[in-house]
């Protein structure tokens, strides 16, 4: 990635390291690009200082990691180049803190920065994600509140960090509104106005389940049918079952119970 410089900020009650991120974060990927960062100090040191640069088992250093300032080249940035380290297991997107130690030329206790590495993952996780869906309450009616109970799970025993949920309004239906609750271990929005629409966090053998409200039209005729679709993509996983990664159903529009009919398909 490019650098592009945004101002120091020097810290205030003593020397310190000061950070220049490049494009304000640094973000690696696995197997792909890696991004710099650079270095220096605040003021002019005494003698040689020594910052060395300190990371995890998820980051390499590809440039030095021990960088010298002198009392000639202290404020001059140094850069420090770093890649995820490209291993097999599913992780999804997560994080590493990069420290740095300084001695030398009165740098001893100055403060440095810590960098929070954000690491796209390569390797995907098999999952199994299934979506099912009921109506509540039938027959519906003109004018008629409906509610569906849509049920979100992760079949597999492999985590599903970002799967992103979606499901539309009915055809002649409005105003819209839901309810989530998710197992231990899974998480989703609490609630929410108009369609669902957002990522979904499974881990593996839970789920999510939502309770979606809306109003059929008053101007609907009987035996109108109202179709309802909710999906869910794995995103960050490989889902080979796509056959039940969606549910849908068609509900005709009652009271007259012969052109009622509720299916799931």
């Given at each position: 990635?490019?650098l592009?410089?945004?101002?120091?900020?020097?810290?205030a009650?003593?020397?310190?390291?000061?950070l220049?991120?490049?494009?304000?974060?640094?973000?690696?990927?696995?197997?792909?690009?890696?991004?710099?960062?650079?270095?220096?100090?605040?003021?002019?040191?005494?003698?040689?200082?020594?910052?060395?640069?300190?990371?995890?088992?998820?980051?390499?250093?590809?440039?030095?990691?021990?960088?010298?300032?002198t009392?000639?080249?202290?404020?001059?940035?140094?850069?420090?180049?770093?890649?995820?380290?490209?291993?097999?297991?599913?992780e999804?997107?997560?994080?590493?803190?990069?420290?740095h130690?300084?001695?030398?030329?009165?740098?001893?206790?100055?403060?440095?920065?810590?960098?929070?590495?954000?690491?796209?993952?390569?390797?995907?996780?098999?999952?199994?994600?299934?979506?099912?869906?009921?109506?509540?309450?039938?027959?519906?009616?003109?004018?008629?509140?409906?509610?569906?109970?849509?049920?979100?799970?992760?079949?597999?025993a492999?985590?599903?960090?970002?799967?992103?949920?979606?499901?539309?309004?009915?055809?002649?239906?409005?105003?819209?509104?839901?309810?989530?609750?998710?197992?231990?271990?899974?998480?989703?929005?609490?609630?929410?106005?108009?369609?669902?629409?957002?990522?979904?966090?499974?881990?593996?053998?839970?789920?999510?389940?939502?309770?979606?409200?809306?109003?059929?039209?008053?101007?609907?005729?009987?035996?109108?049918?109202?179709?309802?679709?909710?999906?869910?993509?794995?995103?960050?996983?490989?889902?080979?079952?796509?056959?039940?990664?969606?549910?849908?159903?068609?509900?005709?529009?009652?009271?007259?119970?012969?052109?009622?009919?509720?299916?799931?398909?």
């Amino acid at each position: 990635m490019g650098l592009s410089l945004v101002a120091n900020t020097v810290v205030a009650g003593g020397p310190a390291v000061l950070l220049t991120e490049s494009f304000g974060s640094t973000i690696v990927e696995e197997g792909g690009n890696g991004d710099t960062y650079t270095l220096a100090l605040s003021n002019q040191p005494t003698g040689n200082v020594t910052v060395t640069v300190l990371v995890g088992s998820n980051i390499q250093v590809v440039s030095a990691s021990v960088l010298t300032f002198t009392t000639s080249n202290w404020n001059t940035p140094q850069t420090v180049s770093l890649n995820a380290v490209d291993d097999t297991l599913p992780e999804g997107t997560h994080f590493e803190l990069v420290n740095h130690s300084v001695s030398g030329g009165g740098f001893g206790g100055a403060t440095t920065p810590i960098v929070q590495v954000t690491i796209f993952d390569n390797d995907r996780a098999i999952t199994d994600l299934a979506v099912t869906m009921q109506l509540v309450n039938n027959p519906i009616g003109p004018g008629q509140r409906i509610s569906y109970l849509v049920d979100v799970t992760n079949l597999s025993a492999e985590n599903a960090l970002v799967p992103f949920f979606a499901m539309g309004t009915p055809n002649d239906t409005d105003d819209m509104s839901w309810v989530c609750v998710a197992d231990p271990g899974a998480s989703c929005p609490m609630s929410g106005q108009g369609p669902p629409l957002h990522t979904i966090s499974l881990a593996g053998g839970t789920g999510v389940s939502y309770l979606v409200d809306v109003t059929v039209s008053p101007l609907v005729t009987e035996g109108a049918p109202i179709n309802a679709v909710a999906s869910v993509e794995a995103n960050d996983s490989t889902d080979p079952e796509l056959s039940n990664n969606s549910a849908s159903r068609t509900d005709l529009v009652g009271p007259d119970s012969l052109f009622r009919n509720g299916f799931e398909l």
